[in-house]
């Protein structure tokens, strides 16, 4: 089963940054996608990063809205998936949320149905 564990989340003013971690647990896979969704208040939660990794390939996904702001990485030696946010804005405000899967994604890399396992998300606040 795996699990996943969420932290680096606060509140930050426009055009500050922050760096989110998803600690993973409870499983080795060679072939996996990882990814960052949010939720803001009183919408629906979307995809915004995501990381597809097969034997001898990583490729990366981001929604147009975060595409050179937001940078998403893995730290292997600690499992740990990383969100780096720069330039943050007050609507990147939401509950950021870290999912699993462990097959490689493709042009379903941000949506919510391809993923099975979620963390409980970490609040982002950005005011203005």
């Known amino acids: 089963q795996v699990q996943l564990v969420e932290s680096g989340g606060g509140s930050v003013q426009a055009g500050g940054s922050l760096r989110l971690s998803c600690e993973t647990s409870?499983?080795?896979?060679?072939?996996?996608?990882l990814a960052w969704f949010r939720q803001p208040p009183g919408k629906e939660r979307e995809g915004v990063a995501a990381?597809?990794?097969?034997?001898?390939?990583?490729?990366?996904y981001y929604s147009d809205s975060v595409r050179g702001r937001f940078t998403i990485s893995q730290d292997n030696a600690k499992a740990t998936l990383l969100l780096q946010m720069n330039s943050l804005k007050p609507e990147d405000t939401a509950m950021y949320y870290c999912?699993?899967?462990?097959?490689?994604?493709?042009?379903?890399?941000?949506?919510?149905?391809?993923?099975?396992?979620w963390g409980q998300g970490t609040q982002v606040t950005v005011s203005s």
């Open positions: 990381v597809s990794t097969t034997t001898g390939s990583v490729r990366t």
């Open positions: 999912a699993a899967r462990s097959i490689p994604c493709g042009t379903n890399c941000l949506s919510e149905d391809f993923y099975n396992f």
């Open positions: 409870g499983g080795t896979y060679r072939r996996y996608s």
